[in-house]
């Protein structure tokens, strides 16, 4: 299968190309530093996703059957990268007739409000007490900017034609990949707190393949 990654240098970007070439597909990484993956047998396509060049991500997206992104802001100053570069990213799928994406997201962002959804819900109906009372409202306060980046990244997803899946993990760990996970279609998963990075790319790239979780955003814990 041919795959487009979308910040393939990035904590869970690294994951999803290490893996997708372990499976033995053929990657296009778009990434800011083309020199972190030198020697790599992947095609590499330069572009800051925080001032997108069309050009570039056109050339990324040509033949993908599918874009996986890992796209997120890892500083203050980088907020609003993750929707500018998204909707960069779905402008060039247009353009080349790439329709599958995957993208990650956070567990708490179903209940943060956006321009297209100004009143979500007050509680994900997969919370259970901890994360309704204490888990959902200490996140989306101590990550406030990063949260209504990613809010935002969601609309313009849930505003395209394309054929999206949204992840939604809780707070990530760097342990190594289990592939022992759960998930859940359109809710988090009831008392998953944490799921380490690389099984959250494991299963992005699984969810390629699973046609009943486009249009739908799919939580992700231990």
Known sequence: MKLTIVAATGAIGRHLLDQAVAAGHDVT?????????????????AADLARPDPAALRSAATGADAVLSGLGARTAAEAGVARRGT???????????????????????????????PNPP?????????????????????????????????????????D???????????KPLTGRYRTALDRNVRGGLTVPRADVAHHMLA???QPESVHRTVGIAT
């Open 207 to 209: 969810l390629i393949d």
């Open 29 to 45: 990484a778009l990434v800011r530093n083309p020199d972190r993956l030198a020697g790599l047998p992947v095609r590499v396509v």
């Open 122 to 162: 007050r509680h994900d109906p997969g919370d259970g007490f901890f994360m309704r009372h204490l888990g959902a409202r200490f996140a989306r306060t101590a990550f406030r900017t990063h949260y209504a980046d990613l809010a935002r990244m969601e609309d313009v997803l849930r505003a395209s034609d394309l």
């Open 164 to 174: 999206w899946t949204i992840s939604r993990p809780p707070r990530l760990t760097d």
């Open 87 to 117: 909707q960069a990213v779905i402008e060039a799928m247009r353009e080349t007739g790439a329709r599958r994406i995957v993208v990650v997201s956070a567990a708490p962002i179903g209940t943060v409000p956006s321009p297209a959804r």
